[in-house]
């Protein structure tokens, strides 16, 4: 099926939605992007782009303007948060040649995926929040809401609609009679930034604590520091980034940690607190209509927990296998079959494994005492092991069909 000319629509302007954007309108298709906020933006967090997803920004062409905001990653430390021992260390900049791995503020990423998308031709309206979808007719139709410039209650419909929404897609819940709702996972995080001084390690530092553990990695060329800080808590009920926090209370959950996590919370000014939820992965991705039809990608697919960094990841190898599939299959219906069946086993995979670490990093006791050792005892023996076992996801490269 040929893109060139073919009108497509995208609800979402984050990672999912732009990287989509840039694909399609690369392969010839005209791309609309509806985007809710008044401008396209992010603030306040650090992500890290490991192979398989830069691969991907490279296959689109932004791979320099990838390597001009961001720090290319050494390594990833597992460290003992309470005595600030190293327990292993994966050795990430030591990858095969044609592989990267990078620090990057979610802003910067962002910009450049705006940039490439439009460059290509794509068409970003922002202020254009969808309040609902309806697949019923022969064409997705969508209703936008009361912040829209449009105005309340206006309609519209595409032709093929992509759901690039995020945690709370309106695509994915008309695609789906309700499903599995999230659940409270017993974690909340915290995130920070602070300054930091430029020339800090390009590592990712992992520590550990019996039920809370801190990542901490440089961003922008070393001038910021990016904290994410975890912690059990029985009880939670609000989902969101946007919850203002007191730093003074991350200190006080983290008070038995070593001297460096110290300085690090002392710098905090600002902080944010929410609770982490688990949402399955969807078991229902697109549906084809008579004349149309509508799929979805990245957090409105698969949401996942923060502890394999892998969310936008799986975002833009969504992107390129979705434009891929569009393009290679003679029909919507063939196409977005082929999309799901690429994508699901592994996404669901990868939302697994994260869980799996969280528990990891929160053991206690004696079953703590065992585990570092075992992984610090790996790493002197053969030290690439512990890297290797990350194969199977750093290694896909979606590019190459």
């Known amino acids: 099926m040929t893109l060139i000319g073919q009108q497509i629509t995208i609800i979402g302007a984050g990672i999912a939605g732009l990287a989509v954007a840039r694909a399609l309108a690369m392969r010839g298709a005209v791309v609309t992007v509806l985007e809710q906020a008044l401008q396209v933006s992010e603030v306040g967090a650090g992500l890290q782009v490991s192979p398989n997803g830069a691969v991907v920004l490279r296959a689109l062409g932004l791979g320099a303007a990838l390597d001009a905001v961001s720090v290319r990653a050494k390594a990833v430390a597992l460290i003992d948060g309470l005595t600030g021992r190293d327990v292993t260390r994966l050795a990430v900049g030591r990858l095969r040649p044609d592989q990267s791995y990078h620090f990057v503020h979610r802003a910067d990423l962002i910009d450049l995926l705006l ?21 019923a007719g022969p064409r997705p139709r969508f209703t936008l809401s009361a912040v829209t410039r449009s105005g309340r209650g206006a309609h519209g419909t595409a032709r093929l609609l992509i759901g690039a929404d995020g945690l709370h897609s309106a695509v994915r819940a008309a695609l789906s009679d309700g499903g599995t709702p999230p659940f409270f996972t017993g974690q909340v995080a915290w995130r920070a930034l602070i300054p930091e001084t430029p020339g800090a390690p390009a590592v990712a530092e992992v520590h550990m604590g019996p039920g809370r553990h801190i990542v901490s990695y440089p961003l922008r060329g070393g001038t910021l520091r990016n904290i994410v800080a975890v912690e059990e808590r029985s009880a939670w009920t609000a989902e969101g980034w946007s919850h203002r926090a007191d730093p003074a209370d991350l200190v006080r959950a983290f008070a038995d940690f070593g001297p460096r996590v110290q300085d690090w919370l002392a710098r905090v000014d600002t ?9 399955p992965v969807a078991k229902v991705w697109y549906q084809a209509q008579p004349d149309g039809a509508a799929v979805i990608l990245g957090d409105a697919a698969h949401p996942t927990l923060p502890f394999l960094a892998q969310g936008a990841n799986m975002a833009l190898e969504d992107a390129w296998v979705l434009a891929d599939t569009l393009a290679s299959h003679d029909t919507h219906a063939a196409a ?15 939302v697994d494994a994260a869980s799996r ?13 065992v585990a570092h050792a075992g992984l610090r005892m790996g790493g002197w023996i053969a030290p690439g092991l512990a890297l290797r076992r990350f194969d199977w996801l750093y290694d896909v ?3 190459r069909g």
């Open 397 to 399: 490269d979606v590019t």
């Open 336 to 350: 977005l079959f082929a999309y799901q069946a690429a994508r699901a086993r592994r996404c669901a995979r990868i």
């Open 357 to 369: 670490n969280a528990r990891t990093y929160h053991l206690s006791g004696l079953t703590r005492r």
């Open 271 to 279: 902080a944010y607190l929410w609770g982490l939820f688990r949402h």
């Open 115 to 135: 940039t490439g998308a439009t460059e290509a031709g794509v068409t970003v309206r922002t202020g254009q929040g969808i309040d609902a979808v309806d697949l």
